[in-house]
């Protein structure tokens, strides 16, 4: 009995357990020469049913669980690049954006100042489009003259 114990350390500690009522070791009601002779015989038919078995099919079984298990977490890479490449974009986006603002701010400005300079007591000034944003075109704006419209292509 101390050769089990040693071996199996479940023993020890559902050693309370044994010969209790209704509990999985309640010896009255499982008897274990018929749970040996049932083990020997379960055992016995996984024997012939292996022989009956496509081993291959087994072993190809295997080899595609693990080529499965190799694409998840190769999808899982390639979805967390997507999203690196995504807020990418979106930072160059941003930056693009205010580029242009500060490019647009200055050039209206010199824009303006020639403006004025050539038709003296003037003013003009570029800004985008009523209901547009200056990614989509900016127009000259002034009181003396009808709108005047420049459009670039950003994209």
């Not at 890479?77 to 995504?86: F, N």
């Not at 007591?121 to 489009?129: F, S, V």
């Amino acid at each position: 009995m101390m050769q089990l114990v040693q071996k199996y350390e479940w023993i020890e500690t559902d050693k309370m357990y044994f010969n209790q009522p209704n509990s999985a070791y309640d010896f009255s009601e499982h008897n274990p020469q018929e749970a040996g002779q049932r083990v020997e015989k379960l055992q016995e038919q996984l024997e012939k049913s292996g022989r009956n078995l496509n081993m291959s099919a087994m072993a190809m079984l295997t080899r595609k669980e693990e080529e499965y298990e190799s694409l998840k977490s190769k999808r899982k890479i390639v979805e967390m690049d997507r999203a690196k490449l995504c807020g990418l974009i979106e930072d160059l986006d941003r930056q693009k954006a205010t580029a242009l603002q500060t490019a647009c701010e200055k050039v209206n400005k010199d824009f303006g100042s020639i403006f004025s300079m050539l038709l003296s007591g003037t003013q003009a000034c570029l800004r985008p489009p009523e209901g547009r944003t200056m990614l989509e075109g900016l127009e000259v704006s002034g009181p003396q003259f009808p709108v005047l419209c420049l459009r670039c292509c950003l994209d």
